[in-house]
Nanobody, 118 residues
Framework: QVQLVESGGGLVQTGGSLRLSCATS????????MGWFRQAPGKQRELIAH???????NYVDSVKGRFTVSRDNAKNTVYLQMNSLKPDDTAVYYC????????????WGQGTQVTVSS
């Protein structure tokens, strides 16, 4: 079972920034694809960014140019730097992990709440 612990959320004004962190175990981190998801009230959880073990990144259009995903292999941690935040970014943010070519894990952490005020 994948263990994931998200942190770094909070309340921020429109245009502000936050950096989220997701810590996981060394057993999986070095080879797994790491992803950031979010779930806004009344909406389905969506994948917004992911990063491969080699550092290749991909973003959903709504966050492209504003969010940056990165990973620190020495700390077994993946980050999501969020800039130019908008009220539409308000959601619970989750990270997840998968082996290349496999589905995302069915095990989720507690998530971290991000609230952007207008």
């Amino acid at each position: 079972q994948v263990q994931l612990v998200e942190s770094g959320g909070g309340l921020v004004q429109t245009g502000g920034s936050l950096r989220l962190s997701c810590a996981t175990s060394r057993t999986i981190f070095s080879t797994y694809v790491m992803g950031w998801f979010r779930q806004a009230p009344g909406k389905q959880r969506e994948l917004i960014a992911h990063i491969t073990s080699g550092g290749t990144t991909n973003y959903v259009d709504s966050v492209k140019g504003r969010f940056t995903v990165s990973r620190d292999n020495a700390k077994n941690t993946v980050y999501l730097q969020m800039n130019s935040l908008k009220p539409d970014d308000t959601a619970v943010y989750y990270c997840n992990a998968r082996r290349p070519g496999y589905l995302w894990s069915g095990s989720w952490g507690q998530g971290t709440q991000v609230t952007v005020s207008s």
